[in-house]
Nanobody, 123 residues
Framework: VQLQASGGGLVQAGGSLRLSCAAS????????MGWFRQAPGKEREFVAA????????YYAESVKGRFAIVRERASATVYLQMNSLKPEDTAVYFC?????????????????WGHGTLVTVSS
């Protein structure tokens, strides 16, 4: 399984970015997908998750109301729309495919990980 994340970059506080994660359709179409992030010197943390059919989503409290996760099953792509970005959102963002069809906030539930994409928010 390959997951390819893209869309990171440098943005000013208050700005927006959309991250994309292209997955192997055959192996991830029935799996929940998630986004995690890791800031320098910190542990990887949960950001958002979506279940297999896109009908259920979960968000970390720190991003609720600002970020939105959606999946496009036809293209096996998961997006993370990030609005009202803050400097504390600066991190490497990773997409991951869960072992399960239901959404999960737990890192150990995710078995496939893509390379990260760096998001830098300047103040």
């Amino acid at each position: 399984v390959q997951l390819q994340a893209s869309g990171g970059g440098l943005v000013q506080a208050g700005g927006s970015l959309r991250l994309s994660c292209a997955a192997s359709k055959r192996t991830t179409s029935n799996n929940a997908m998630g986004w995690f992030r890791q800031a320098p010197g910190k542990e990887r943390e949960f950001v958002a998750a979506i279940n297999w059919n896109g009908g259920d989503t979960y968000y970390a409290e720190s991003v609720k109301g600002r970020f939105a996760i959606v999946r496009e099953r036809a293209s096996a792509t998961v997006y993370l729309q990030m609005n009202s970005l803050k400097p504390e959102d600066t991190a490497v963002y990773f997409c991951a495919a869960s072992r399960f069809s239901r959404s999960s906030t737990t890192i150990r539930d995710y078995q496939y990980w893509g390379h990260g994409t760096l998001v830098t928010v300047s103040s």
